[in-house]
């Protein structure tokens, strides 16, 4: 009777136990195949416990983004000073990097070589955010009856030595091509002048029939007011305008979501925001107001009329941040 419990009970055995146990080491199982990279999430924010000034000043792309964190972080309680000041990316710059005025620096570039050196000359190491992705409108008139899209060659001469639209293609009217631009203080404008005309900022500068604003609010009036304007400037000034202007694409493709995010549309660009660790150890109200732009940017970057960086790009500006207060 005892061999036939035993026998028993080792065919319960193999009835309960899975297959081939006895014959490997279990293994872990495999990992699902990761389709898309899971967002970094921050320490939450509490505004009504922070005091004290923020000033930030530069780029008037990134002007309107940083307008509407900020309102949002007043709304939720924030009790210090909030300035931010719209003079363009290059003259943002010089206050941060040679005056040292600013806690934040807002940028639709980025940092160059001499900027950064009068930054480290007065003991700021600049730390770069990104905060989203821009595509540069180029626009003409509601009237502008004649073009809806351009080459990359035919925008170069539109912004050079061609004076009238039939000078760049003969089927266009033979009219003064009235050119709106950003200045050159502006972010916008370095973008445009490397990417269509190479670096060659004296040819847009020498062109007949050009004006020239840091306010894009007056390029759009500018462009608006003849069929034969043109003008560029960042897209969410277009989509606030888009009922009294065209945009026109660019070698056949439309700045969109998906052109933009796919780096296919020709003038898309990243923006950000410069900062530095000390002023982020120094200043609670800095760091924290990073925190909360970081962490909410995507909820309200659409609403303003930019396009979302990737959660790739998004997650290393949160890391950086994560980096930085984890060595207080």
């Known amino acids: 009777m005892r061999y036939v419990f035993l026998f028993g009970l080792v065919l319960a055995v193999l009835f309960i136990v899975p297959s081939g146990v006895f014959a490997q080491t279990p293994q872990p199982a495999a990992s699902p195949a990761v389709t898309a990279e899971a967002p970094i999430q921050l ?40 300035t931010i000041d719209n003079i363009g990316s290059g003259a943002g710059f010089e206050r941060f990097c040679k005056a040292g005025e600013t806690d934040i620096s807002n940028a639709s570039r980025k940092i160059n070589d001499t900027e950064l050196a009068a930054c480290q000359k007065i003991g700021r190491q600049p730390l770069a955010f990104r905060i989203g992705t821009d595509g540069i409108a180029v626009v003409v008139s509601k009237d502008n009856t004649f073009v809806k899209d351009v080459t990359s060659a035919e925008l170069a001469k539109i912004y050079s030595d061609a004076e ?107 923006l950000f925001i410069y900062t530095t660790a000390d002023i982020m150890k120094a200043k609670t109200q800095v760091n924290q107001l990073i925190n909360y732009y970081l962490s909410n940017v995507n909820d309200v970057i659409g609403k303003v009329g930019y396009f979302p960086a990737s959660v790739a790009s998004l997650n290393a500006a949160k890391q950086m941040w994560l980096d930085v207060n984890q060595k207080k």
């Open 43 to 82: 320490p939450e924010v509490n505004p009504m416990e922070m005091k004290g000034p923020v000033v930030s000043a530069g780029s008037s792309t990134v002007y309107p983004l940083s307008e509407k964190i900020a309102s949002m972080f007043k709304d939720e309680g924030f009790q210090g000073n909030m």
């Open 164 to 270: 009238m639209w039939s000078d760049v293609n003969p089927s266009w009217p033979k009219e003064r091509i009235l050119r709106f631009s950003p200045g050159t203080d502006s972010g916008t404008f370095d973008y445009f002048v490397e990417v269509i005309l190479g670096k060659g900022k004296d040819l847009l500068l020498k062109a007949k029939n050009l004006q020239l604003s840091e306010d894009d609010n007056v390029l759009v009036q500018g462009v608006e007011g003849s069929p034969y304007a043109i003008g560029y400037f960042g897209y969410a000034y277009y989509n606030e305008n888009k009922d009294r202007l065209n945009a026109l694409s660019i070698d056949g493709v439309v700045p969109s979501a998906e052109t933009v995010e796919a780096n296919k549309y020709k003038l898309s660009r990243p």
